[in-house]
């Protein structure tokens, strides 16, 4: 009979669509999904092109870190995701400054993004708590 080691432990499969890091990934996804719809359409594959990329980089990166084979791996996809909801935050700005989105609209989504960053900043405190 087999018993269960510390190494088969971290290699059981984790579902990322459990965290609520990644849900909440999702819901501003889906959220600018629906706010570009109203953008012009000369910003299509200029603004919205780039929004839409970063923003669903964002949880991709999430589903990828969350693995469970290595921590330099987790960190290397959690890494990309963390840069993905920076470079989201710019898009927003830029939306706002080109009158494409409101101040609430705005503010509402930065802080959105600025709480992905938050929740990432606790998992790389973890992983590193873990090598």
Known sequence: ?????????RMQLKDFKTLTL???AIALEDEIDEIVKNF???????LV????RCVTSIGANIAESNGGQ??????????IAFGSAN???YWIERAFRKGYIDKD??????????ELRRIMV??????????
């Not at 009979?1 to 432990?9: A, G, P």
């Not at 092109?49 to 839409?52: A, G, K, N, S």
């Not at 609209?105 to 600025?114: G, I, M, N, V």
């Open 22 to 24: 990644y849900r909440k």
């Open 70 to 79: 290595y921590a330099g791996r987790e960190r290397y996809h959690l890494g």
């Open 87 to 89: 470079e989201t935050r």
């Open 40 to 46: 012009p359409q000369d910003e299509k594959y200029r």
């Open 49 to 52: 092109d780039q929004l839409i």
């Open 122 to 131: 606790g998992m790389f405190k973890r992983l590193d708590q873990s090598v």
């Open 1 to 9: 009979m087999r018993t269960t080691t510390s190494v088969d432990q």
């Open 105 to 114: 609209t705005f503010e509402r989504l930065d802080e959105k993004a600025q």
